[in-house]
């Protein structure tokens, strides 16, 4: 059997608000675990204590990921304004006039 190959390149990946997204999703997992808690002895009775286990590891998760889009966010920003402090550099003084 052949190995696969690509035929034509991926395509580039889509920016958006992922900050608020990721935040958004987090809280929503939080929320569900929350609104499912006082339900724990039927959720019990019914061996269904995973369904409340699964938005509490969702909003665990949602915690890490907000970390890390955060972070990757200000990289980003980061190096948009480096590349424009070196694209103002190669200038030169005389660019302004």
Do not use: N
């Not at 304004?81 to 200038?91: D, I, L, M, Q, T």
């Amino acid at each position: 059997m052949a190995k696969w190959t690509a035929t034509h390149e991926a395509p580039e990946p889509l920016e958006g608000p992922v900050v608020a997204t990721v935040t958004g999703g987090t809280i929503l997992w939080f929320a569900l675990f929350v609104v499912q808690l006082p339900f724990y002895g039927w959720f019990a009775d019914r061996e269904l204590l995973w369904w409340l286990w699964t938005c509490a590891a969702g909003g665990g998760l949602g915690l890490i990921g907000v970390w890390y889009v955060r972070g990757r966010d200000a990289a980003l920003k980061r190096h948009a304004a480096a590349e424009a402090a070196e694209a103002a550099a190669a200038a030169g003084p005389d660019s302004d006039r």
